[in-house]
């Protein structure tokens, strides 16, 4: 499925998790919370009335963060990722992500922006996904 036309519904979203294995990314998100008329049939909201599901990278090719090339695994350090901007091009991805720590952990407030060039960019949409973790 193409979410292209919903990734602005995406900003004040959610990163729920980073999966990244060889030259696959999945990144399990959520949208903010939009009305149900805003949507076509072709996809379906979750009970507290957001997109959820699994962005998935294939053949990944070159990964940036911070404008700066990246040649590790992608991981969820942090307890929550907000999504502020997410753009969805024809080979790749950029998203941009303010992560933060909850107590007990040490505080953290940290802004990193990744792009992602790949050759295949594609959505699952699983309107459970928050109620599986």
């Given at each position: 499925m193409n979410i292209s036309k919903y990734s602005a519904f995406f900003h004040d979203g959610s990163i729920m998790d980073i999966r990244h294995t060889k030259d696959k990314i999945e990144f399990f998100m959520a949208s903010a919370e939009m009305d149900r008329?805003?949507?076509?049939?072709?996809?379906?909201?979750?009970?507290?009335?957001?997109?959820?599901?699994?962005?998935?990278?294939?053949?990944?090719?070159?990964?940036?963060?911070?404008?700066?090339?990246?040649r590790g695994v992608i991981k969820k350090i942090y307890d929550n990722g907000r999504i502020f901007d997410f753009e969805i091009k024809k080979n790749g991805v950029e998203i941009s992500i303010d992560w933060v720590n909850f107590p007990p952990k040490n505080e953290v407030d940290e802004f990193t922006v990744i792009e992602i060039e790949a050759k295949k960019i594609w959505w699952e949409n699983i309107p459970d996904l928050a109620d599986q973790e």
């Open positions: 008329e805003d949507v076509g049939d072709d996809i379906h909201l979750s009970k507290d009335d957001s997109i959820q599901g699994k962005l998935h990278i294939e053949g990944v090719k070159n990964i940036k963060i911070n404008k700066k090339t990246f």
